[in-house]
């Protein structure tokens, strides 16, 4: 087996790199599918949401630096990360080093959308959850721009996004 770069999905919460990234594991045999969140459920035992309220954001920012540390220096993964995961640059430095990124985009109305039905989003326990989306993207934009491609999610297909990911890596590698 080839040591192939990772495919690296970031983007807001809602944007699709969880179903994205099962998606493309399954088109890619011998890639293995990361998800950074349930990473860090497993290595706390416990739900991000418990994590945030009992040992606070900064704990669980800890907790996804050392688990992207680890997983960077592997091949052949697609790797979904959580949507804050580019507000510590080192994050985005160590998995640009043996990854190709994808920054998965929507609207705020969109995510919007996508998101308001779901209760473990600790980050959306605000009086008014769109502004506090729509802060977290104004916020965090610059760093997803980093990202070696950007795929826009909004009204397309999810294979139609999955053969535009792979085109583009293919492109590069």
């Known amino acids: 087996m080839d040591n192939k770069k990772n495919i690296v999905l970031i983007g807001m919460m809602g944007a699709g790199k969880s179903t994205i990234g099962h998606l493309l594991d ?17 290595l706390a035992q416990k739900h991000i949401s418990e994590i945030f309220a009992q040992d606070g954001e900064s704990h669980f920012r800890k907790l996804e630096n050392e688990l992207i540390a680890k997983y960077s220096n592997y091949h052949n993964q697609v790797i979904s990360t959580g949507g804050g995961i580019v507000e510590n640059i080192e994050n985005v430095n160590l998995l640009k080093k043996n990854g ?33 989306l729509k802060e977290l993207i104004d916020k965090r934009e610059p760093f997803y721009k ?28």
């Open 146 to 173: 980093l990202a070696d491609f950007e795929i826009d999610t909004e009204k397309k297909e999810l294979m139609e996004i999955v053969e535009e990911i792979l085109k583009d890596y293919e492109s590069i590698i």
């Open 26 to 42: 399954e088109k890619l045999k011998d890639f293995q599918y990361l998800d950074i969140d349930k990473e860090i459920e497993k």
């Open 100 to 132: 190709v990124i994808f920054y998965l985009k929507a609207s705020v109305d969109e995510l919007f959308e996508r998101v308001r039905k779901t209760s473990h989003r600790p980050l959306l326990k605000h009086e008014n959850p769109k502004q506090r």
